[in-house]
């Protein structure tokens, strides 16, 4: 039974089951049970020498929740709230309901849930421990108008599944063991396309209709371990993460023509082709030029501006699209949750925004309105916790 498969053993503790026979629902329309691949008890290993949720696949739900530390909590009651909380996420992740769990029937079809935790200066102040020097607001860049109810936070708790009842039941368990220790500051949720929707691994698409994340370091490769985790202190195995809310005009961008669209990425929409290629990965050409001398792809595209000549100023994108309701008459309220993890903010992150606020034809259309930074511990083995290389 392809629903109750055990978790398979994972090296980086991210990487999911798969169904065997997982197209076979995207090539038949019957709809009866006997040909549809269900993946609601697929699971992602949760102990591990990293966290899960950032190496994993990205499922199609996430919600991003970040919690303000009570006056009262000090070094001894963080370790018992991460003690609980990993857990809850130990048992939820794995299709076992949480302690105490009120409603244990929503425990058991994980669909690839993954809780990853992340901090903020304020829970390392409290553990007394010393804060990466990347870790606060980022720089302030021109193009941001930044609403302080999207700002950082204590503690960062990531939740995503494929399935969107499963990601409510394991915040809602998640939070009623934070109650006595923080408040909820904000929470931000985003989806990518559902599951069996298309074949996994295809690239996802924002709400321009782009092809987004062609161009990212890839899991399991040397490029991926030496930037995206930290190598030394309490942050070894662990990782950083940017949350950037960024509202994506759809009434404006309605208004461009396709061919338009395409030269402010450098990208074509049916397929993500560079404007020089013809197939989604082929090298982009910056020195091709059109009859008239111009570059086919637009020095000042999305695409051009992002690409840094410098090999370490690479970051992992793992975004998700958002859609809130409409404000003032407008048709839309949506945009990227554009999530990125690397070693070093400063390093990595912080000059590839510089490029894109000095100059990138996408800011036409889009507006960064929330911005936080996390660090993000790494993974703990079982009977451990996560946060314990600062809190042990
Ligand atoms: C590439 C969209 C914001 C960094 C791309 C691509 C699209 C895209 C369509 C081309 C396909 C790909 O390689 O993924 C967007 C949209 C944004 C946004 C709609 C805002 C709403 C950002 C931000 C950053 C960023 C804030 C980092 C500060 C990159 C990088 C690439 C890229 C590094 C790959 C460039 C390369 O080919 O080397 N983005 N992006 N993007 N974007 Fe963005």
Same mark, same amino acid.
């Given at each position: 039974? %392809?629903?109750?498969?055990?978790?398979?053993?994972?090296?980086?503790?991210?990487?999911? !089951?798969?169904?065997?026979?997982?197209?076979?629902?995207?090539?038949?329309?019957?709809?009866?049970?006997?040909?549809?691949?269900?993946?609601?008890?697929?699971?992602?290993?949760?102990? =591990?020498?990293?966290?899960?949720?950032?190496? !994993?696949?990205?499922?199609?739900?996430?919600?991003?929740?970040?919690?303000?530390?009570?006056?009262?909590?000090?070094?001894?009651?963080?370790?018992? %709230?991460?003690?609980?909380?990993?857990?809850?996420?130990?048992?939820?992740?794995?299709?076992?309901? #949480?302690?105490?769990?009120?409603?244990?029937?929503?425990?058991?079809?994980?669909?690839?849930?993954?809780? +990853?935790?992340?901090?903020?200066?304020?829970?390392?102040?409290?553990?007394?421990?010393?804060?990466?020097?990347?870790?606060?607001?980022?720089?302030?860049?021109?193009?941001?108008?930044?609403?302080?109810?999207?700002?950082?936070?204590?503690?960062?708790?990531?939740?995503?599944?494929?399935?969107?009842?499963?990601?409510?039941?394991?915040?809602?368990?998640?939070?009623?063991?934070?109650?006595?220790?923080?408040?909820?500051?904000?929470?931000?949720?985003?989806?990518?396309?559902?599951?069996?929707?298309?074949?996994?691994?295809?690239?996802?698409?924002?709400?321009?209709?782009?092809?987004?994340? !062609?161009?990212?370091?890839?899991?399991?490769?040397?490029?991926?371990?030496? %930037?995206?985790?930290?190598?030394? =202190?309490?942050?070894?195995?662990?990782?950083?993460?940017?949350?950037?809310?960024?509202?994506?005009?759809?009434?404006?961008?309605?208004?461009?023509?396709?061919?338009?669209?395409?030269?402010?990425?450098?990208?074509?929409?049916?397929?993500?082709?560079?404007? /020089?290629?013809?197939?989604?990965?082929?090298?982009?050409?910056? /020195?091709?030029? +059109?009859?008239?001398?111009?570059?086919?792809?637009?020095?000042?595209?999305?695409?051009?501006?992002?690409?840094?000549?410098? #090999?370490?100023?690479?970051?992992?994108?793992?975004?998700?699209?958002?859609?809130?309701?409409?404000?003032?008459?407008?048709?839309?309220?949506?945009?990227?949750?554009?999530?990125?993890?690397?070693?070093?903010?400063?390093?990595?992150?912080?000059?590839?925004?510089?490029?894109?606020?000095?100059?990138?034809?996408?800011?036409?259309?889009?507006?960064?309105?929330?911005?936080?930074?996390?660090?993000?511990?790494?993974?703990?083995?079982?009977?451990?916790?996560?946060?314990? /290389?600062?809190?042990?």
């Amino acid at each position: 039974d %392809l629903a109750l498969r055990p978790p398979a053993p994972s090296a980086s503790g991210g990487v999911a !089951t798969e169904p065997a026979a997982e197209s076979a629902a995207a090539t038949s329309d019957s709809g009866s049970a006997a040909s549809e691949s269900l993946h609601g008890g697929n699971t992602v290993p949760f102990y =591990g020498r990293h966290q899960a949720g950032i190496a !994993t696949e990205p499922q199609a739900h996430v919600t991003y929740v970040s919690l303000t530390l009570l006056d009262h909590v000090d070094r001894a009651a963080l370790t018992r %709230l991460m003690r609980l909380l990993t857990d809850d996420a130990a048992r939820l992740t794995q299709g076992r309901p #949480a302690l105490a769990d009120s409603e244990p029937e929503l425990g058991t079809a994980p669909a690839r849930l993954t809780v +990853t935790f992340g901090f903020g200066p304020g829970f390392i102040a409290r553990a007394g421990g010393v804060a990466p020097d990347w870790l606060g607001p980022l720089p302030p860049f021109g193009i941001d108008r930044l609403d302080p109810a999207w700002a950082e936070g204590d503690l960062l708790i990531q939740v995503a599944s494929d399935d969107a009842l499963t990601r409510a039941h394991a915040i809602r368990m998640l939070l009623k063991d934070t109650r006595t220790f923080a408040s909820v500051g904000w929470t931000q949720a985003g989806f990518r396309r559902a599951r069996g929707t298309e074949q996994s691994g295809t690239t996802m698409r924002n709400l321009f209709g782009q092809v987004d994340g !062609t161009v990212n370091l890839t899991p399991g490769t040397d490029d991926f371990d030496e %930037l995206v985790w930290c190598p030394d =202190g309490w942050l070894a195995g662990g990782t950083s993460l940017v949350l950037r809310r960024i509202q994506m005009n759809l009434d404006t961008w309605d208004r461009l023509d396709r061919g338009g669209r395409e030269q402010s990425v450098g990208r074509f929409l049916s397929n993500g082709a560079p404007l /020089t290629g013809s197939g989604e990965h082929d090298e982009p050409d910056f /020195t091709a030029t +059109t009859p008239i001398g111009f570059p086919v792809i637009p020095e000042f595209s999305h695409l051009a501006r992002a690409r840094s000549e410098n #090999a370490k100023e690479r970051i992992f994108r793992r975004g998700y699209n958002y859609d809130e309701t409409p404000l003032g008459g407008s048709v839309s309220n949506s945009g990227l949750l554009f999530a990125s993890f690397q070693a070093d903010v400063t390093a990595q992150f912080v000059p590839i925004q510089r490029r894109l606020d000095e100059l990138d034809l996408l800011n036409e259309w889009t507006t960064p309105i929330g911005s936080s930074v996390f660090a993000v511990p790494p993974g703990c083995a079982e009977g451990g916790f996560v946060g314990e /290389t600062l809190l042990g």
